[in-house]
C-alpha cells in the first residue's frame, strides 16, 4: 500500500514541477474541439497510465513533450475522422494568451495554430530552445529530419507572415 502512495506522491511531485510544459504544448493545439482543460486533463491521464513504464532511458521533461505532444496529436488525428459541424469561434479566439503579451506575441500564435500538428510540435520545441538531437528524441524523427522540417516551416511562417 505504501508503494501506491508513493508511486502517486511522486508522480504528483513530477506533474508539479513540470506542468509549464503540459501547458505550453497543450496550448499549441488548442481549438473549439479541444479546449485547454480537456487537452491538460488528457495528458496528465496519459502520463499517469505511463509513469509505472518510465524507465530513466530520457530525461522527465523530454518524456513529458513526447507523452504530450503524442496525445494532442493523437486527439487532432482522431478528430479529423469525425464529421465537423460549424465552430462556436474562430481560433484566435480560443488562444490562451495572458491580456499582456505583445501584439507580435499573438500574431505569433496565431500564425504557429496554422501550421500542422508536427510542424507546430517542432516549433514549441525549437521556442523551448532543445538541441535537434532533444527534438528528434521527442518527436521520432532523425536529427536530419528535424533540421529539414525546422528549415521548411521557419520558411512556411515567413510566408504566413507576408514578411
Known sequence: MDINIDLEKAFIEMVHNN???IYKVCSFYISDEF????LYQEVV??????????RNESTVSTWIYRIALNTCISGIRKDMRRPKGTPV???EDSLTAPENISEQIKEMY???HQLN????????LYLEEKSYQEIADITGLTVSNVGTKLKRTKEKLKRLSNL
Not at 35 to 38: F, V
Not at 45 to 54: E, I, K, V
Request: charged share 25%; with cysteine; proline share 6%.
Open 19 to 21: 506542468e509549464r510544459i
Open 35 to 38: 479546449p485547454m482543460t480537456d
Open 45 to 54: 491521464c496519459n502520463l499517469w497510465t505511463a509513469y509505472p513504464r518510465f
Open 89 to 91: 469561434s474562430v481560433l
Open 110 to 112: 496565431r500564425l504557429i
Open 117 to 124: 500538428t508536427i510542424e507546430r510540435a517542432i516549433v514549441l
